[in-house]
């Protein structure tokens, strides 16, 4: 069984950078896709980034040049930098991850993903 704990979340400024992280739990198998969705209020849940266990990654448009996702295998710890974060950048951001080593196509379906986290809000002003 797949165990997500996200950290990180706060307020910040917009222009900012911001660091999220998500420790998977041991039992996690390192070689599955694991990804950043956000949900903001009254929106739909957006995949925000994805990344394969050899470091392949997907971005929204949205986030493109301004975020960047990371893992570390070893720790089993996937990172979203932020950066030039926008008041439009606030949401709930949530870590999940699908249990294959694809992470399929955009746009992402959340019903792909097996397992998340509880959320981690992220406000910029």
């Known amino acids: 069984h797949v165990q997500l704990v996200e950290s990180g979340g706060g307020s910040v400024q917009t222009g900012g950078s911001w660091r999220l992280s998500c420790l998977a739990s041991?039992?996690?198998?390192?070689?599955?896709?694991m990804a950043w969705f956000r949900q903001a209020p009254g929106k739909e849940r957006e995949g925000v980034a994805t990344i394969t266990n050899d470091g392949r990654t997907t971005y929204a448009d949205s986030v493109k040049g301004r975020f960047t996702i990371s893992r570390d295998n070893a720790e089993k710890t996937v990172y979203l930098q932020m950066g030039s974060l926008e008041p439009e950048d606030t949401a709930m951001y949530y870590c999940?991850?699908?249990?294959?080593?694809?992470?399929?196509?955009?746009?992402?379906?959340?019903?792909?993903?097996?397992?998340w986290g509880q959320g981690t809000q992220v406000t910029v002003s």
């Open positions: 999940a991850v699908r249990t294959s080593w694809s992470c399929g196509l955009r746009p992402l379906l959340e019903a792909d993903f097996a397992y």
């Open positions: 041991r039992s996690t198998n390192r070689k599955y896709c």
